[in-house]
Nanobody, 126 residues
């Protein structure tokens, strides 16, 4: 069974940093690994994405320049380094995976991702 497991969430003051990790098992070698976040009453939104083959990345405008998505050399673990955190970054963060699209970049909507982790909470206080 494909499996994703997130870790690294927590509470931090505005301006601080956190690093999330997502460990993958039993997944396709070439895939999109994407971080989503969700707050109560809102849709789950894409935050950052990386293609494991080649390492191309995509970011939501709200986090570009502050967040960095990366992977380890074995392409098993994906990281989300979050710097200059703001209270509006608060939410449940989920790691998701899909096959690489035949055309174009990794998809940005949750319905394109069949495999999800359990989520990790990030709370940023002002």
């Amino acid at each position: 069974q494909p499996r994703l497991e997130e870790s690294g969430g927590g509470s931090v003051q505005a301006g601080g940093s956190l690093r999330l990790s997502c460990a993958a098992s039993n997944l396709w070698a070439s895939r999109c690994m994407t971080w989503f976040r969700q707050t109560p009453g809102n849709e789950r939104e894409m935050v950052a994405s990386i293609r494991t083959n080649g390492g191309a990345t995509t970011y939501a405008p709200s986090v570009k320049g502050r967040f960095t998505v990366s992977q380890d050399d074995a392409r098993i673990t994906v990281y989300l380094q979050m710097d200059s955190l703001k209270p509006e970054d608060t939410g449940m963060y989920y790691c998701a995976s899909s096959r690489v699209p035949l055309v174009g970049q990794c998809r940005t909507t949750r319905d394109q991702y069949p495999t999800w982790g359990q989520g990790t909470q990030v709370t940023v206080s002002s």
